[in-house]
C-alpha cells in the first residue's frame, strides 16, 4: 500500500474494522453534509478555521481526504465558517455556508471546488446560519435557515432564479424551540433539512444547545414547503446514550444505487469532551405506523462496525 494510502486509512478510517465496514465516529468535523455524485460521495463539514475541507470516498468507509474546497479570501467571510451544504444545479455546484453568522453561496465546477464568489456579499445582511437548500419535485430551490429571534428559530424563504439571492420579502417563519425535549439546554432549533415522502414535507431539525449532551434531532411535517408544520410525537428520533452524546445536526443522502436513506450527523468527542466534534454515520428509513401514517427513522447511533454503503 501506499505511503498516502496508509496515512488516509490511519487518519480518516481510523477503527481496525474488517474491509467493507465502518465504525463510528469517522473523523473530525461538524455539521456535517454528503453529496452523491459521479459514482462517489463527497463530505463537508464544519472543520477548518479558514474555509471547509473536503474529503471523498467511493463507499463511506474509508475517507480520502481531497484538501481544501472553499478558502477565505476566495469568498466574503473572515471566520466562523460553519455548516457547509451543496446542491448541484445545471452542471454547476452551489455551496451555501456560514460565516461571521451570515449566510452566503459560492459556486464551483467541481465538487471538490474551488467554491468562489465572482461578487463578495452575504445571502442576507441580516444574521442567519444554517443554511439548508430543497429542490421541490418542479424545480424550485428553497432555502430553510435560522435566524436569532429570542433564540435559533427556524425560517424559509424562496430562493431567486439566479440561486444566489434571497426573497426575502417573503420569508416565512416556521417554528421556534417549545417543547420539554428542546429545551434542556437554551432555546434552540436549527440545522433544518427536508425529506419529500409520498407528497409530504418532513423538515427535521437539532434542538438544544450543540454543547449539550441532550442535543438532538426531530422532525415536523406539512403538506406545504412552506408549513405549518406539525412536530411529530415521538421526537427526538435521535438521541445520546450510554456510549454517545450530542447527536445532531445532521443531513441526509441516498446511496449511489439509492436504495438506502443514510443520516449523517456529529457527536461530542466523547462521554465528558464536548469538542471537537465528530461525523457519525448510520442508515435511516420511513415506516409505517399502526395507523398507516409515514414515521421516519434514524437506526443510530451505532458504535460498532456497519456494513459500508453501494459503490457505483
Given at each position: 500500500m501506499k505511503k498516502r494510502e496508509t496515512e488516509m486509512v490511519k487518519i480518516i478510517n481510523k477503527n481496525a474494522v474488517p474491509e467493507g465496514m465502518y465504525q463510528n465516529p469517522l473523523m473530525v468535523g461538524a455539521d456535517p453534509f454528503?453529496?452523491?455524485?459521479?459514482?462517489?460521495?463527497?463530505?463537508?463539514?464544519?472543520?477548518?478555521?479558514?474555509?471547509?475541507r473536503?474529503?471523498?470516498?467511493?463507499?463511506?468507509?474509508v475517507w480520502e481526504d481531497k484538501g481544501y474546497c472553499l478558502r477565505k479570501g476566495d469568498v466574503i467571510g473572515e471566520r466562523w465558517f460553519w455548516a457547509p451544504e451543496i446542491m448541484e444545479k445545471d452542471g454547476k455546484f452551489y455551496m451555501v455556508y456560514v460565516a461571521e453568522e451570515h449566510l452566503a453561496v459560492a459556486i464551483s465546477e467541481s465538487?471538490?471546488?474551488?467554491?468562489?464568489?465572482?461578487?463578495?456579499?452575504?445571502?442576507?445582511?441580516?444574521k442567519a446560519i444554517d443554511g439548508h437548500f430543497f429542490v421541490d419535485d418542479d424545480g424550485t430551490v428553497y432555502l430553510y435557515?435560522?435566524?436569532?429571534?429570542g433564540g435559533n428559530v427556524i425560517y424559509m424563504a424562496k430562493m431567486n432564479d439566479d440561486l444566489l439571492s434571497l426573497d426575502e420579502n417573503n420569508e416565512r417563519f416556521l417554528f421556534r424551540a417549545d417543547k420539554e425535549w428542546e429545551l434542556k439546554d437554551c432555546e434552540v432549533?436549527?440545522?433544518?433539512?427536508?425529506?419529500?415522502?409520498?407528497?409530504?414535507?418532513?423538515?427535521?431539525?437539532s434542538a438544544n444547545h450543540t454543547r449539550s449532551e441532550d442535543y438532538a434531532i426531530g422532525y415536523a411535517v406539512s403538506d406545504s414547503p412552506f408549513g405549518p408544520f406539525e412536530k411529530?410525537?415521538?421526537?427526538?428520533?435521535?438521541?445520546?446514550?450510554?456510549?454517545?452524546?450530542?447527536?445532531?445536526h445532521h443531513s441526509f443522502v441516498r446511496s449511489l444505487?439509492?436504495?438506502?436513506?443514510?443520516?449523517?450527523?456529529?457527536?461530542?468527542?466523547?462521554?465528558?469532551?464536548?469538542?471537537?466534534?465528530?461525523?457519525?454515520?448510520?442508515?435511516?428509513?420511513?415506516?409505517?405506523?399502526?395507523?398507516?401514517?409515514?414515521l421516519l427513522v434514524i437506526n443510530g447511533p451505532t458504535t460498532t462496525p456497519q456494513r459500508a454503503f453501494c459503490k457505483e
Open positions: 454528503v453529496l452523491a455524485h459521479g459514482g462517489r460521495y463527497y463530505l463537508y463539514a464544519t472543520n477548518a478555521d479558514d474555509g471547509f473536503v474529503y471523498e470516498s467511493e463507499d463511506m468507509a465538487p471538490l471546488g474551488p467554491f468562489v464568489q465572482s461578487e463578495k456579499r452575504w445571502l442576507s445582511e441580516r435557515y435560522v435566524r436569532f429571534d432549533v436549527e440545522g433544518p433539512f427536508v425529506l419529500k415522502h409520498n407528497g409530504r414535507y418532513f423538515l427535521t431539525y411529530y410525537e415521538g421526537n427526538p428520533i435521535l438521541h445520546k446514550t450510554e456510549e454517545v452524546n450530542g447527536t445532531g444505487d439509492k436504495k438506502e436513506l443514510i443520516c449523517v450527523y456529529h457527536c461530542h468527542h466523547s462521554k465528558t469532551e464536548f469538542q471537537p466534534r465528530m461525523v457519525c454515520i448510520d442508515r435511516a428509513e420511513f415506516t409505517v405506523d399502526e395507523n398507516g401514517c409515514d
